[in-house]
């Protein structure tokens, strides 16, 4: 298998907090790896340099084999690299549908093709039937979806889900699971930032656990949960 994503020695520092710490890991093609941690481990600061939001203080991100780590966002998305965000980023005052074509516009020139795209990507993720809906006016579940959604419009070969389970129902949590299944079979290679560890367990391949910046263990779900440094800085504590 091809490494599509390569994290070396990582580096984020905010003034004197290092959110990141010399962090090396990569993703095959084809993977679903989870990324888990405690509140304020760095996960989401790992998803802002590798999408650039932001750029590392020190280490590099390369992508497909292409060094992205000075790229700006939407290079990066243009190169087939999606994101959703922890706390949803629609435009609350457009519709589902106006929503995701925006991003499908992203990778089409043509309006008809984008809007073809655009009908399918909703269709996937389960929101058809909210299609001419204000996304403002979507709850919790449908918001994430929509996130989902965005991300997938933009046509990308990795997908960076940053909590999209947080805050949905057992049974809800259940079609997610199949939607992120659904995504993989597609093609579509996936790092998981998620703190619901039945989703992580159930779905990754391997999972990556950070710490205080740092990366303490990866492996298989059964290594990483057998792993007593995981079970004492995270598992230990956790209630699901
Ligand atoms: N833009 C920023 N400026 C300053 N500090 C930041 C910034 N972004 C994140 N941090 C800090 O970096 C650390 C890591 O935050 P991050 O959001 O990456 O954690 P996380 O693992 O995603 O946590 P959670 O599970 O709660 O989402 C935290 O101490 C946070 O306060
Ligand atoms: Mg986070």
């Known amino acids: 298998m091809n490494s599509i994503l390569e994290i070396k020695n990582a580096t984020k520092k905010f003034g004197g907090l290092i959110a990141n710490d ?15 941690g405690p509140n304020g481990a760095g996960k989401t600061t790992l998803f802002n340099s590798v999408s650039g939001a932001h750029s590392l203080t020190s280490g590099q991100v390369v992508f497909n084999g292409e060094d992205i780590t000075k790229k700006k966002p939407y290079e990066i998305c243009k190169l087939g690299v999606g994101r959703t965000f922890q706390i949803p980023q629609s435009l609350n005052e457009m519709s589902v549908f106006e929503n995701v074509l925006v991003a499908a516009l992203n990778r089409h020139g043509s309006i008809s093709v984008a809007k073809e795209h655009t009908q399918k990507v909703i269709a996937m993720c389960g929101l058809a039937s909210f299609i001419y809906m204000h996304a403002g006016n ?36 259940k079609e997610a699971i199949n939607l992120i299944q659904r995504i993989k079979i597609s093609g579509i290679t996936i790092l998981m ?48």
């Open 22 to 36: 010399n962090i090396t890991f990569s993703v095959q093609e084809g993977e679903i790896v989870g990324l888990v």
């Open 138 to 173: 979507l709850n919790v579940m449908q918001k994430k979806r929509l996130e989902i959604a965005r991300a997938l419009a933009t046509e990308p070969k990795l997908l960076l889900l940053d909590e999209t389970m947080a805050g949905l129902s057992g049974v809800e949590r």
């Open 193 to 240: 930032i998620e703190h619901v560890m039945e989703v992580v367990m159930n779905v990754s391949d391997r999972v990556v656990v950070l710490t205080s910046g740092r990366l303490l263990a990866e492996g298989t779900p059964e290594e990483v949960t057998q792993n007593q440094q995981v079970i004492n800085a995270y598992l230990g504590g956790m209630t699901n």
